[in-house]
């Protein structure tokens, strides 16, 4: 199973920036063959994907509430992924999650874990 630490999350103003990055547990499986996803879940509503990236970064896929504004990223050497975030919305706030995914859907070999959350005041 694919099990992922997430970190790097914050209160920050609207049109800031974080980074947040996710790295595979002691108890994961390393992350090299899967594509990995960011996803998000705001109070009060269901979880929904945020940015992809394949195995190798050779395809990168973005909601359209985040297209130009979010970049995802990866380093299998080290089993972590990233999702550079500027122009933040209040609308971003949110607990962020990654996991190994297909398409736009969780992978079933991914477990979810605590996420980290971001908060964009206005």
């Known amino acids: 199973q694919v099990r992922m630490v997430e970190s790097g999350g914050g209160l920050v103003q609207a049109g800031g920036s974080l980074r947040l990055s996710c790295v595979a547990s002691g108890r994961s499986i390393g992350i090299g063959n899967y594509a990995m996803g960011w996803f998000r879940q705001a109070p009060g509503k269901e979880r929904e994907f945020v940015a992809a990236?394949?195995?190798?970064?050779?395809?990168?896929d973005y909601a359209d509430s985040v297209k130009g504004r979010f970049t995802v990223s990866r380093d299998n050497a080290k089993n972590t992924v990233y999702l550079q975030m500027n122009n933040l919305k209040p609308d971003d706030t949110a607990v962020y999650y990654c996991?190994?995914?297909?398409?736009?859907?969780?992978?079933?070999?991914?477990?979810w874990g605590q996420g980290t959350q971001v908060t964009v005041s206005s």
């Open positions: 996991t190994a995914s297909i398409g736009r859907r969780p992978h079933l070999e991914g477990v």
């Open positions: 990236i394949s195995w190798n970064s050779g395809a990168l």
